[in-house]
């Protein structure tokens, strides 16, 4: 994987934040606080990931950023200024400026279109569609030519031919034309092998360099988390314990939540090996 070069994204351009934002489901006995008043910057062009175990909220707190799940309460901002997705309208007009990719890519396409017009679909949700024939196949190449497909070998399959490895890299293809400002992955990688995985990361990161993206990475693995990211924020029972630069917060954790998940690390992940924290922290 190539090296990851971290930068400071204190004082760039707000891209999402939220004020006290939370989520709680049911009521009385039955009530689950899922996300429970949290804060949080995310700015243009950084790479953030979300760590928390199972059931810490992550995926409550994405649907919520990606205005599928209304906050209880609290306020999310977008570029600065309060979102506003009260109307139809106004909710496709956030969803042109963010695109998810979801644990299982099986799921992100409907099996009766054939990629071409997968690909093709994005183009023209991007304002393509008067553009000539050649152009598009120029950047329906591209795009795929971006993840290591070969366009010319995709052109008349349906999703459901391809690998799962090839699935996720078609959704980072897709993702490629729609240039979002946001990309959203819930453990994008979490159905492949660790060589695949470390690809895809390389194509998430590139990606990022290439369009100015800002990517929330929501993972379980706080290794992972330092390998890519320029800022983790960590989540346990529905709050961030700890947020703050990838390097910081791994190399000298505060709290005993992210020294527990970092302790963690080698017995779950042995490929992804911490043992360089040490020798820095001594
Ligand atoms: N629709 C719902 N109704 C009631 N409770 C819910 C609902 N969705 C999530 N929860 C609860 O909210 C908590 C957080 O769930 P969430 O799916 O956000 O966790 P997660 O961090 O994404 O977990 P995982 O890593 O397993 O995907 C859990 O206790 C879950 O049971
Ligand atoms: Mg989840």
Known sequence: MSEVVRKDFTNAPLCLSGRGVAKIFGMGNNKTTAVDYVDF????GEFVSIVGESGSGKTTLSKMLLGLLNPSDGEILFQGKPRDISTGRKRKEYWKGIQAIFQDPFSSFNTFQKIDTVLLDCINMRGGRNLPKEKKIEMMTEACSFVNLKFAELTNKYPFELSGGQMQRLMIARIFLLRPKILLADEPT??????SRATILDMLL????????????ITHDIGLAYYISDTVYIMEHGKFVEFGKADEVIINPKAEYTKRLISDVPKIHEEWDLS???????
Do not use: Q, Y
């Not at 590139?206 to 990475?217: A, H, P, S």
């Open 41 to 44: 910057d995310f700015h243009e």
């Open 190 to 195: 979490s159905m492949v092998d660790a060589c």
């Open 206 to 217: 590139n990606l990022r360099d290439e369009t100015g993206m800002t990517v929330i990475f």
């Open 276 to 282: 360089t924290v040490d020798l820095l922290n001594a």
